[in-house]
């Protein structure tokens, strides 16, 4: 495990402004990779590999794939119930984010693990997998889709737990994946969530009928995403 990935916990923060630092420290990465490349760098430096969990207000993200018609409510109901919305330039369709999610941004340079986007979502979902497992439950992947969900094959039956769009530049990532964990899922009732109109949105609170504190699942998802990765996971002290 000689690669390591610096870890920070951003707490509640607006999506607009995780947003922000997501692209600054991407553009960072890609102006150091550009000056490794000409010779330009310090000696010593290397490019900083960095997952950022945080929560987000109540919020409804699009995607660059997606399809303003997947939003069932009007500006104005959203202003009432205090919800923001985003346009972003992830991949992906309409998606919530609130209080009780566990959101990470995975800011990674695939080029010092695999230059591979499909091989990069599939790793994604598997540390997502891993930790559902650790709760007694059978995460999937669902064909043609992003994410983890529960029963996929099942009419009726099918649910997604977690979320998942990426942007990548230079082969440095950024966005990424988002679990519900005890999040209020009436908020999905606004949304065709993903696009995918036959599934419904479930969470670990839901699942396994009782709260589970937040740290408690980050710190499996740390563990399994070290695990997956081969990196070591490293607390930033913020």
């Known amino acids: 495990m000689d690669k390591q990935i610096k870890v920070s916990n951003l707490g509640v923060i607006p999506y607009q402004e995780a947003w922000d630092l997501q692209e600054r420290l991407l553009q960072e990465s890609v102006a150091l990779k550009a000056d490794l490349r000409s010779g330009l760098a310090a000696?010593?430096?290397?490019?900083?590999?960095?997952?950022?969990?945080?929560?987000?207000?109540p919020v409804y993200?699009?995607?660059?794939?997606?399809?303003?018609?997947?939003l069932l409510v009007n500006d104005q109901l959203l202003a009432q119930k205090g919800i923001g919305?985003?346009?972003?330039?992830r991949g992906g369709d309409i998606t919530f984010h609130g209080e009780g999610q566990i959101v990470g941004y995975p800011i990674i340079d695939l080029e010092?693990?695999?230059?591979?986007?499909?091989?990069?979502?599939?790793?994604?979902e598997e540390v997502?997998?891993?930790?559902?497992?650790?709760?007694?439950?059978?995460?999937?992947r669902s064909k043609g889709e992003t994410g983890v969900w529960l029963e996929p094959d099942v009419p009726g039956r099918a649910r997604k737990?977690?979320?998942?769009?990426?942007?990548?530049?230079?082969?440095?990532?950024?966005?990424?994946?988002a679990i519900n964990v005890n999040?209020?899922?009436?908020?999905?009732?606004n949304i065709v969530a993903c696009g995918i109109q036959d599934k419904a949105v479930t969470s670990l609170?839901?699942?396994?009928?009782?709260?589970?504190?937040?740290e408690e699942v980050q710190a499996r998802i740390l563990y399994h995403f070290a695990q997956v990765f081969e990196a070591e996971m490293v607390m930033n002290g913020n």
């Open 85 to 89: 919305f985003v346009h972003t330039n």
């Open 183 to 189: 999040t209020d899922l009436e908020y999905f009732s």
């Open 112 to 124: 010092q693990f695999f230059t591979d986007i499909g091989r990069y979502l599939r790793f994604l």
């Open 128 to 140: 997502i997998i891993r930790t559902l497992a650790d709760y007694g439950l059978k995460g999937e």
């Open 43 to 57: 000696p010593g430096a290397t490019v900083q590999h960095h997952l950022l969990f945080c929560e987000h207000p």
């Open 205 to 214: 609170q839901k699942e396994t009928g009782h709260v589970i504190p937040l």
């Open 161 to 177: 737990i977690c979320a998942m769009g990426v942007r990548c530049s230079r082969w440095v990532t950024m966005h990424g994946f």
């Open 61 to 70: 993200t699009l995607g660059k794939s997606g399809h303003l018609e997947h």
